[in-house]
């Protein structure tokens, strides 16, 4: 998995549905990253959302930067644009890549069977 491809925006997506699965949230903590959302929604013949996430993990001095756009044309069921971005902002590349691997490991073991601890 490398930092901004595809394999790690969908997991990125599917992390965020774990850690907030009603996606009421702006900010909560999951295992141990402090995770806070910033968006703007506009509705019109021409929609878009832009939504960033700040990542910080206090312990291990890492910060990223999440960034997703979507459009949509007057048809709203399908997304005419989406996009991700991604930036560390302050620590090591390879421990925000460490995090996700091992979140990625344990995602894969829930889903044969293992259970998730809580979210802290």
Partial sequence: M????RQF????????TVANGNRDCDEWLFEGVRWRRN???????TSFQLE???LSHETAGW?????REIW?????RKAIRDSCWTHVEAGARRDVLKWFG?????????????TS???R
């Fill in 39 to 45: 968006r703007h929604i506009h509705w019109g013949t």
């Fill in 63 to 67: 910060t990223l930067l999440f960034g």
């Fill in 117 to 119: 601890p809580k979210s």
């Fill in 72 to 76: 949509w044309s007057a048809d709203r």
């Fill in 9 to 16: 925006f969908n997991l990125f997506l599917r992390l965020v």
């Fill in 102 to 114: 091992d979140r990625e490991r344990n995602l894969e073991r829930k889903d044969t069977g293992w």
């Fill in 2 to 5: 490398q930092l901004g491809n």
């Fill in 52 to 54: 960033v996430h700040r």
